[in-house]
């Protein structure tokens, strides 16, 4: 990471200033950099070194965000984050590690993860993606109904989807990707439309964890992932909704 400190713009800084982040890091450079950027950017930090430290710490504190690296001592990144899940914390969580194979994006997201961030990274790449995932969370409302389609329900008061007698809770860019899919049931979607629409960024290297998160979406609302019957791929261009 480039531990150079980068200063936002001015309209960027009354948001930043009221928000927080947990980083749970136990690469003690790394972490020096990240408290430094962030700090910078405005944001109140709160750090730990461990998985259980940092569990603690996130449940104790409530962040708006918390960056979590995967391969922790103790407890893992993973296990952290599908602890917290369990525990009811519904902030956007970007975990942070070196390892690139689908499977283990595949993994993090399965646990509940919003974002994932591989090393090395710029630290202006992500202060963007933080600015705008918090940014999302600002604009995001619950969809305020209930939606039906083949065996699922999704709840937008409770953020929830229900799947025959099943109830499965769903993270904030879960809930905010299928909720889209839906208020646009039938359309061609290309992937620069759905990560500006749902993430509200575009060309930060993120279109292949959408890919991600559709797999592991389609885990959740298809019978058949393998087929799917609701969320199809069009090809060369992106997906499309179908109830």
């Known amino acids: 990471m480039n531990v150079g400190t980068s200063h936002p713009g001015r309209e960027d800084m009354t948001m930043e200033r009221s928000k927080s982040i947990a980083i749970v890091e136990d690469d003690a450079s790394l972490m020096l950099g990240l408290d430094?950027?962030?700090?910078?950017?405005?944001?109140?930090?709160?750090?730990?070194?461990?998985?259980?430290?940092?569990?603690?710490?996130i449940v104790e504190k409530s962040p708006d965000l918390v960056l979590l690296d995967v391969m922790l001592p103790d407890m893992s990144g993973l296990e952290v984050c599908q602890s917290l899940r369990a525990h009811g914390m519904r902030m956007p969580i970007m975990m942070l590690t070196a390892r690139q194979e689908e499977s283990d994006k595949l993994a993090g997201f399965a646990a509940g993860a919003d974002d994932y961030v591989t090393k090395p990274f710029s630290i202006k790449e992500l202060l963007a993606r933080i600015r705008a995932m918090l940014a999302r969370e600002e604009r995001t409302q619950p969809a305020g109904q209930v939606q039906n389609f083949g065996d699922c329900v999704l709840?937008?008061?409770?953020?929830?989807?229900?799947?025959?007698?099943?109830?499965?809770?769903?993270?904030?860019?879960?809930?905010?990707?299928?909720?889209f899919f839906l208020a646009n049931e039938g359309k061609a979607l290309g992937r620069d439309v759905l990560m500006r629409s749902v993430w509200g960024v575009e060309n930060l290297g993120t279109q292949r964890s959408l890919d991600t998160f559709v797999a592991v979406l389609r885990g959740k609302i298809e019978k058949s992932p393998a087929k799917p019957k609701h969320i199809l791929t069009v090809h060369g261009v992106g997906y499309k909704f179908c109830r």
């Open 36 to 57: 430094a950027n962030l700090q910078a950017a405005g944001y109140r930090i709160y750090k730990a070194g461990n998985g259980l430290e940092g569990r603690t710490m």
């Open 155 to 179: 709840d937008g008061d409770a953020r929830v989807l229900r799947r025959g007698t099943k109830t499965m809770n769903l993270t904030r860019t879960e809930f905010a990707l299928l909720a």
